[in-house]
């Protein structure tokens, strides 16, 4: 039998209700993983096994009366440190936070408690969430369990980390620019970010979305669910839809579709041939399942990737400039680097690289004008090693990766990141495939579909063995 905490949420809630497995088992399974995996690549800030282990107890006897309390009872999951707990700080990955304990739960962390999920620790992210490393000067250094010498990406990077190693089936993280797609393309699992509005995020804040990585799309579409229900709280979120979730597990028929192929963004780094070749390969296999595949336009322009840092560094300088300097101090030198000449960033300069967001969103609607879905690459770059924060060591413009998912946050899509190959080394490519906003359920039968087509993807990464 396959080692409970390799199972599936779905497989998992099946075992629950035919009593083959029992939470507490489960429970304790995927704690002996983290417990054997944590070591070596720090994907949890902090753990929560005492409680998950008499929440497991519980669960245990409410499936014995026959009376799961909710979609997800029993189901072991992370939520990414940012998503605030009621008791726990969140320090957004930096040593310069206050470590000030959460008044409340965010609303992601209260329908997981509703769901009767039981949460077995949170997860890492670098300083403040502005970069795609495993590094922060919080939580130190998180790996890639592929390869414990690369980067797993971020800034969910303990999520995709932890979805890969097993430490459960369900991990939330966190998307502002591809921060759940991109670590989930070097991680080698599925990170799904919804239709901006469809989950609550408190704060709300331009084109943030909160999703899960996952290592199958049924378990996307199950996470999705239970969290997907609007909250007063964010003034942003759309309202409840009629979406039946149940079937985002149902491949979709292909014959017919029209699919846009984006191969070149327009602006950051040229595609790699390794995740270009993988890439086309994704398109010729859905052709060869009747869906017609044309090539389409670049989105970005290099005044977007511009614009788009302007703005974020003005608003991260923002963020640090009146903080004490003995915090101050503690900060990943490179958000120092990065904001390093940004009070010399004129109103007219930020204003206008705030309006590249509305640029970029339209350009990102019109290529849907005439397709269904579109495919890309999560990244144009493989990962890289684990102590370079981003690939080419330049602060001055760390955004050059994010080429391919960052359009689709302020237009608002629905975008998925799938393991679509590998390189010599392990690491893992992401394609991307994007819907039209709030055709989240047909994107994911999309996704299924591709998930039962593509070639059987390699065994999951095994722990480093234990030093005698």
Not at 385 to 413: Q, R, S, Y
């Amino acid at each position: 039998m396959s080692d409970p905490a390799d199972l599936p949420a779905t497989a998992v809630l099946a075992g629950y209700r035919d009593r083959t497995l029992s939470p507490v088992e489960v429970v304790d399974a995927v704690l002996a993983r983290i417990e054997r995996w944590e070591p070596h690549i720090n994907a949890l800030y902090v753990d929560f096994a005492e409680q998950a282990r008499a929440a497991a107890v519980a669960s245990a006897q409410r499936w014995q009366r026959g009376e799961p309390a909710g979609p997800l009872d029993g189901i072991a999951l992370t939520l990414k440190e940012n998503i605030a707990t009621a008791g726990c700080p969140t320090p957004f990955g930096t040593a310069g936070s206050d470590l000030t304990p959460a008044a409340a739960n965010s609303p992601t962390a209260d329908r997981v408690q509703e769901a009767a999920g039981i949460l077995v620790g949170k997860t890492t992210m670098p300083d403040y969430g502005m970069s795609s490393s495993g590094q922060s000067s919080i939580h130190g250094v998180t790996r890639n369990p592929w390869n414990l010498a690369l980067n797993p990406g971020g800034s969910s990077s303990g999520a995709a980390a932890a979805a890969a190693a097993g430490y459960g089936p369900i991990h939330y993280g966190t998307d502002i620019g591809g921060s759940i797609r991109l670590p989930a393309g070097w991680c080698g699992v599925v990170g799904f970010k919804p239709s901006f509005g469809l989950i609550p995020v408190v704060p709300p804040y331009l084109g943030r979305t909160i999703g899960p990585l996952t290592r199958t799309v049924a378990d996307a579409a199950l996470a999705t669910s239970a969290v997907a229900i609007p909250d007063r709280r964010d003034h942003t979120a759309g309202p409840e839809l009629a979406t039946d979730w149940a079937a985002a597990s149902r491949p979709l028929q292909l014959s017919g579709l029209r699919i846009g192929l984006m191969t070149d963004a327009g602006a950051g780094f040229p595609v790699e041939p390794a995740v270009s070749a993988a890439v086309g390969a994704v398109a010729e296999l859905l052709q060869s399942l009747g869906a017609h595949v044309e090539k389409v336009e670049p989105i970005m322009t290099e005044d977007m990737l511009a614009g788009l840092n302007d703005f974020w560094c003005m608003r991260q300088w923002s963020d640090i400039r009146s903080l004490p300097a003995a915090r101050k101090e503690k900060i990943s030198p490179f958000i120092h680097d990065w904001t390093a000449d940004a009070e010399n960033l004129t109103g007219a300069v930020v204003f206008a690289g705030y309006s590249q967001f509305d640029t970029m969103a339209f350009a990102a609607d019109r290529r849907l004008d005439h397709v269904d879905f579109l495919i890309t690459p999560t990244s144009p770059v493989t990962t890289w090693p684990v102590e370079k924060i981003v690939p080419d060591d330049d602060p001055t413009l760390p955004f050059k990766h994010v080429c391919f998912t960052i359009p689709f946050n302020p237009a608002g899509h629905p975008a998925v990141s799938m393991n679509c190959g590998r390189v010599a080394d392990g690491t893992a490519i992401g394609v991307q495939f994007v819907g039209r906003r709030f055709d989240d359920v047909r994107l994911l039968r999309l996704a299924a579909a591709f998930e039962e087509a593509r070639p059987a993807p390699a065994p999951w990464p095994s722990a480093p063995p234990v030093s005698p």
